[in-house]
């Protein structure tokens, strides 16, 4: 893998987690006021989800691959 490819990756893995923690702050801020948006609360956890997927793509790609 290329240095830059590699940068760009360590760039976007980073941007994806920092999205990661927003929503999990969002998803936090809206079960603690209690305002009972159950449609909200799964759609954040849902996109919350897919950065994790998103985010463990990248991880992978990252990481070399090693034969046992």
């Known amino acids: 893998m290329a240095d830059v490819d590699k940068e760009e990756l360590l760039g976007l ?9 927003d929503l999990d702050a969002a998803i936090d801020g809206l079960i603690r006021s209690g ?6 609360l799964r759609r954040l ?5 897919l950065l994790r997927d998103e985010i463990a793509t990248i991880e992978d790609q990252l990481l070399p691959d090693i034969i046992a």
């Open 13 to 21: 893995l980073e941007d994806l987690r920092q999205q990661h923690r």
């Open 35 to 40: 305002t009972g948006d159950q449609l909200r």
């Open 45 to 49: 956890k849902k996109q919350k989800l």
